[in-house]
């Protein structure tokens, strides 16, 4: 069983987790949810919110929670422009919004509404802008406006452009700071957290847990990379990085494959954090698959510049030379990624070129504020993100569930693919994922 573990005690102070040792005593739980990343616990509260009476179990490989994906982010409260008019993703962006605002207010979780401004460079980027504009005004998106050069100096006074988007419903936060507060909420309502449980086997079993007197209730163990195990009636997996390994283990298809893309980002010197008072991103390029680099202020009131967007050589890797072996063969022999590497080899080197060499990276910021000089910047931290593609090369840019076969997926639920802004979404991702639950499991 789970023994000689650590539970996670999620008592915030200062934002810092404490873990402690302890025995888990309690091995059956109706529901066994796998991932400790913001998608996983915002679900698992969700759960044991809507359905106090039944036991949950939270299950994660690493001691603490939230430190993938869910701890390096660029903190942004997306409002939910980019998306196309009535898709899930925009609905889920917009409604995750509010209650990520509205539950940082209920909470007293620190956040800042600085804004974000889209700038056009170019006269050619401003149809781009005013469809932006467009599509955000279908979405729904709180207070948009299109404001000219003027405009954006009262914004930001050391940006540059000929027209932007101005949103002032932007937000930034931190949000491994808000998954900790949702794993608190779990853990006051009842639940159990698991931490250092590398889950690696799920499947049915023929006996009662030794001792049990509840027969065939808990008819699944979930097994870790130790032997350790719990027994419950369902479980559903948020494996972020991982979740099509996770799949797997149920008999789903290996696709849609996670192949890991690593973002470097730029600081500002502290001496310069006032050039940026809110976010300031370029106009996307339909023409190549990420936003481009931008200027993103943070909670500590440092100023972060960029991402690039490079395969990383291992699904947690946040330095240029992590490497692990069985992650850089399973992206390299996608036959998915080599198309998409073929169809953006040209935006693909730049990127490379641009992390090696961070002038490069510094001149392209310069078209957003002059007074940048290579001097202003250092190398920052890193982040991964769990990018689903499909074997023809298309980023997976929507929620993929999947079960498995079997009596194992029957009472299994894999969220495959959570994509991004996954973390500004949580909440509202939360609720339609508990809905798939209740739906498929009738709890």
């Known amino acids: 069983m789970f023994r000689n573990n650590w539970r996670t005690s999620l008592l915030l102070k200062e934002s810092t987790q404490i873990a402690e040792p302890c025995l888990i005593t309690d091995r059956t739980y109706d529901v066994a949810v796998v991932g400790g990343g913001i998608v996983g616990l915002a679900t698992v509260r969700e759960l044991i919110l809507r359905h106090p009476s039944l036991s949950f179990v ?9 430190v993938h994906q869910s701890g390096h982010n660029s903190g942004v409260i997306h409002s939910g422009i980019y998306y196309t008019p009535g898709s899930l993703k925009a609905r889920l962006c917009v409604r995750g919004a509010t209650l990520a605002y509205e539950y940082c207010e209920k909470k007293g979780l620190p956040y800042k509404k600085c804004g974000k401004l889209i700038v056009a460079l170019e006269h050619e980027e401003i149809p781009r802008l005013q469809a ?21 100096r009262e914004r930001e006074p050391f940006c ?11 937000g930034i936060v931190d949000w491994r700071m808000v998954a900790l507060r949702y794993g608190q909420d779990f853990e006051e ?12 086997d799920i499947t049915t079993v023929t006996e009662s847990p030794a001792g049990s007197a509840d027969g065939m209730k808990y008819p699944i163990a979930v097994r870790d990379k130790k032997g350790n195990e719990v027994r419950c009636r369902y479980v559903l997996t948020c494996g972020g990085l991982y979740s099509d390994r996770l799949s797997q283990i149920s008999g789903c298809s290996p696709e849609p494959r996670i192949v890991p893309f690593r973002g470097d980002y730029l600081v500002l010197k502290p001496e310069k954090h006032f050039w940026a008072r809110g976010n ?18 943070r909670m500590d009131g440092s100023v972060w510049l960029g991402p690039n967007a490079v395969l990383a050589f291992k ?23 080599q198309k998409l590497v073929m169809k953006n080899v040209t935006y693909g080197i730049g990127e490379m070129y641009r992390g090696i060499f961070i002038g490069a990276q510094v001149k392209i910021l310069q078209k957003y504020i002059p007074e940048l000089s290579l ?16 074997r023809d090369g298309n980023l997976v ?7 498995g076969v079997g009596d194992v997926g029957s009472r299994v639920l894999h969220v495959r693919n959570a994509p991004s802004p996954a973390a500004t979404s949580s909440l509202a991702i939360a609720e339609m994922v508990a809905d798939e639950v209740e739906s498929r499991f009738a709890l």
Request: hydrophobic share 40%; glycine share 10%.
């Open 189 to 200: 309502a009842g639940g159990t957290v698991v931490t250092d449980a590398e889950v690696d």
């Open 160 to 170: 540059r452009g000929l027209m932007a988007l101005d949103s002032p419903y932007t």
């Open 280 to 297: 300031i991103y370029p106009v996307p390029d339909p023409r190549f698959p990420f936003l481009g680099v931008h200027f993103t202020p």
């Open 397 to 403: 840019d929507d929620f993929v569930f999947d079960g």
């Open 375 to 390: 001097s202003d910047v250092l190398r920052g931290p890193a982040g991964v993100r769990a990018q689903a593609l499909d």
């Open 315 to 337: 699904r947690e890797g946040y330095k240029v030379y992590d490497f692990n072996v069985r992650d850089f063969a399973d992206a390299l022999s996608f036959r998915g990624l």
């Open 132 to 152: 932006l504009y467009e599509r955000g005004m279908k979405n729904n998106v709180r207070d948009l406006s299109i404001i000219d050069a003027k405009g954006i």
């Open 58 to 66: 939270l299950l994660e490989k690493e001691k603490e929670l939230a």
